[in-house]
């Protein structure tokens, strides 16, 4: 007997086995349930973290993806989604993540952050690109000089409650007068199973702000590959004439309406508002807490309408580390060399843009 409890003792005082080396991966397919464990475990990851981003995108768009994880004993550290956009009109590049507004190295362990940066900086290179780019919510390498950032970006967030007349008194006055006037007007909700009706409505808004279209497929494969997690979410008056649609994620106890737009109709009836607050309230029922209203460019009509709405602009400091490039990119519509461009795209019939958008949003990310 006390031979027994005597090795019980040696065995409690036996220091625990070292850990082993960290190692870096690429993810293959049969790995993705355990790397959607890790991102949705992981306090620092984001929906586009998961890992059904990289089917989209290569499917979507053609483009080439890394997604690397670091794993210790078996169990994953930190993963980082990677893609490449190579266009003789936009440049080249390596990001974390193209049609993604958030991004970066997601980990646990410090280790394994260098590990992926490491990775990272040496695909850079390999491919030639011109720049890398990470789309933190916060500034991963602030102490670094080689890691550049640039005000560009803010992010629209608030925390909803479960009840319905605070989330409306919490809307400023004015806004919160064009909800009820979309609520007068019988304007409704519906869930819809398919992309149709939301991508003829995006399609119509997109081109009256001159931007080339994404191609309907994407937002179906989104729809499926992402299922209860991906919405899509169609505004009717009460005689069924469409609206307004969002695309948006559902993702931990927040919602993200991600991609919308709406019908010439929408601004006689405040569709737009109304569409957002019927988000709003389906969000909170289904036990949301945080409404993310997105990323927005700086002096845009899309950042004062979320202002207006009484969201609190968030700079969001995406980092840049130069390779072959000797500046900060530039690829957005306020540039004044794509003002030519953009007043001559909204002047295209809408199935020529539908057609052509596609050939070029994929080189834009």
């Not at 993200?256 to 737009?261: D, H, K, Q, S």
């Not at 580390?321 to 909204?346: E, R, T, V």
Request: charged share 25%; net charge positive.
């Amino acid at each position: 007997m006390n031979s027994i409890i005597e090795a019980s003792q040696a065995r409690r005082a036996a220091p625990a086995p070292a850990a082993g080396p960290q190692t870096l991966h690429l993810l293959q397919p049969q790995e993705r349930a355990r790397w959607d464990a890790f991102v949705r475990a992981c306090p620092d990851a984001t929906f586009f973290h998961l890992s059904g981003w990289q089917r989209v995108i290569e499917a979507s768009f053609g483009i080439k993806t890394w997604f690397y994880y670091v794993q210790q004993d078996g169990q994953i550290q930190g993963v980082l989604p990677l893609a490449q956009i190579k266009s003789r009109l936009f440049g080249h590049s390596l990001g974390a993540m193209p049609f993604c507004v958030y991004g970066g190295v997601a980990a646990i362990d410090d280790g394994a952050r260098r590990l992926l940066d490491e990775a990272a900086d040496k695909l850079a290179r390999e491919l030639g690109v011109g720049h890398l780019e990470y789309r933190g919510m916060q500034r991963a390498h602030p102490d670094d000089p080689s890691w550049h950032t640039k005000e560009l970006y803010v992010t629209f967030r608030k925390e909803i409650s479960g009840d319905d007349e605070a989330n409306l008194n919490a809307i400023p006055r004015k806004q919160r007068a064009m909800v009820r006037k979309g609520i007068k007007l019988g304007l409704k909700g519906v869930v819809e199973d398919n992309v149709d009706r939301m991508f003829e409505a995006y399609a119509n808004s997109v081109l009256r702000l001159g931007t080339p279209v994404f191609p309907k497929k994407y937002f179906a494969l989104l729809q499926q590959v992402f299922g209860d997690e991906c919405e899509v979410r169609s505004i009717y008056t009460s005689d069924d004439r469409l609206v307004a649609s969002v695309l948006s994620f559902y993702w931990r106890d927040e919602v993200v309406p991600y991609y919308g737009g709406g019908m010439d109709l929408a601004r006689e009836v405040a569709g737009n508002d109304f569409m957002y607050w019927n988000l709003m309230q389906a969000a909170s029922a289904r036990g949301c807490r945080i409404f993310d209203y997105g990323r927005s460019k700086l002096g845009t009509g899309a950042y004062d309408f979320k202002k207006n709405w009484g969201f609190t602009a968030t700079p969001l400091p995406y980092e840049y580390k130069l390779y072959g490039a000797d500046q900060l990119p530039d690829n957005n519509p306020l540039n004044p060399k794509y003002q030519l461009f953009i007043k001559m795209w909204k002047k295209l019939p809408l199935p020529v843009a539908n057609f052509l958008g596609p050939y070029i949003v994929r080189n834009l990310g």
